[in-house]
């Protein structure tokens, strides 16, 4: 496997196996980057260029555009909008209240409950962007040659004897 092929090229195909060892891979690395604190945002920000080779080269492998990756990211925006918008904007009220009228147990219910809003925004992106993942790394990839290329090299299985 050529890992800079893989990590910082989105031309091309790569078949499910490589698809999910790139994937374990940027995984680790995001995961562990709060490790380094203040350069963690940075670490995810170079990341974001290897994410989006990997999976441009697995859409590409089943003839799909490598754009349909910012799929999951318009959603993950619209969700962070819209959160903020219903439930961003019931909070800021609700606080409002209680900083101008005084403690009220009703006004701590709306703030609350408006955080609730804003959750279930995150939960539905963070939903999309599983069933994405799991919809390119598990689709068969196409037989034959596509517009991106030559099918990727499979895993040869050698007779036993």
């Given at each position: 496997m050529d890992w800079q092929a893989l990590f910082l090229s989105g031309?091309?195909?790569?078949?499910?196996?490589?698809?999910?060892?790139?994937?374990?891979?940027?995984?680790?690395?995001?995961?562990?980057?709060?490790?380094?604190?203040?350069?963690?945002?940075?670490?995810?920000?170079?990341?974001?260029?290897?994410?989006?080779?990997?999976?441009?080269?697995?859409?590409h492998d089943f003839g799909k555009s490598g754009w349909l990756i910012?799929?999951?990211?318009?959603?993950?925006?619209?969700?962070?909008?819209?959160?903020?918008?219903?439930?961003?904007?019931?909070?800021?009220?609700?606080?409002?209240?209680?900083?101008?009228?005084?403690?009220?147990?009703?006004?701590?219910?709306?703030?609350?409950?408006?955080?609730?809003?804003?959750?279930?925004?995150?939960?539905?992106?963070?939903?999309?962007?599983?069933?994405?993942?799991?919809?390119?790394?598990?689709?068969?990839?196409?037989?034959?040659?596509?517009?991106?290329?030559?099918?990727?090299a499979r895993d040869l299985v050698l007779p036993a004897g």
């Open positions: 031309d091309g195909r790569i078949g499910r196996k490589d698809f999910w060892i790139g994937v374990l891979i940027l995984f680790i690395a995001w995961t562990i980057a709060p490790i380094f604190h203040l350069l963690a945002p940075l670490i995810w920000v170079l990341l974001l260029y290897p994410w989006v080779c990997v999976f441009a080269k697995r859409l910012a799929i999951p990211f318009a959603v993950g925006a619209a969700a962070v909008c819209l959160g903020m918008l219903f439930g961003g904007l019931a909070a800021i009220g609700a606080l409002w209240g209680i900083a101008s009228e005084g403690l009220e147990p009703n006004a701590w219910a709306v703030a609350f409950g408006s955080l609730g809003i804003m959750a279930g925004f995150l939960a539905l992106a963070g939903v999309v962007k599983i069933v994405f993942v799991l919809w390119v790394g598990l689709s068969p990839g196409g037989p034959g040659e596509n517009r991106f290329g030559p099918p990727p």
